[in-house]
C-alpha cells in the first residue's frame, strides 16, 4: 500500500503561481511513477502531469507544458507540481497518484490516490 496527501491547494489569482506537494508513505516510493491529474465539477479527470520513477523523464498534457513542473524528490518521498501563469480553466481538484514502473498519462492505470487538494484560480 501507497498513501498519498495532497497539499498546498488554494485560492489564487489569474496568472499567479501555486506549488503543489504529494506526500507518500508505505512502500517505497521510489519503486513508483508519479503522476497529478486533476477535475473540474462536471468534467471527467484529466492527465496533467508525470514523472518516472527516478525523476529523470516527465510529460504532460498540452495545455499544461510551458507552465507547470513536475518533480520528485525521493529522500523525502514527496512529488511536487509547480504551477505557473494560472489561468481560471485550471479550477480543479488536483489528485496526485502512484503506479509502480513506467510512468503513464493514463488515469486507471494508477493503483493508488491521494485525496485531492482544490485548487481556484480567480480571474
Known amino acids: 500500500q501507497v498513501q498519498l496527501v495532497e497539499s498546498g491547494g488554494g485560492l489564487v489569482q489569474a496568472g499567479g503561481p501555486l506549488r503543489l506537494s504529494c506526500a507518500a508513505s508505505g512502500r517505497t516510493f521510489s519503486g513508483y511513477a508519479m503522476g497529478w491529474f486533476r477535475q473540474a465539477p462536471g468534467k471527467e479527470r484529466e492527465f496533467v502531469a508525470a514523472i518516472s520513477v527516478s525523476g529523470g523523464s516527465t510529460i504532460y498534457a498540452d495545455s499544461m507544458k510551458g507552465r507547470f513542473t513536475i518533480s520528485r524528490d525521493n529522500a523525502k518521498n514527496t512529488v511536487y507540481l509547480e504551477m505557473n501563469s494560472l489561468k481560471p480553466e485550471d479550477t480543479a481538484v488536483y489528485y496526485c497518484?502512484?503506479?509502480?514502473?513506467?510512468?503513464?498519462?493514463?488515469?486507471?492505470?494508477?493503483?493508488?490516490w491521494g485525496q485531492g487538494t482544490q485548487v481556484t484560480v480567480s480571474s
Open positions: 497518484a502512484a503506479r509502480y514502473g513506467v510512468y503513464s498519462a493514463n488515469y486507471y492505470s494508477y493503483s493508488y
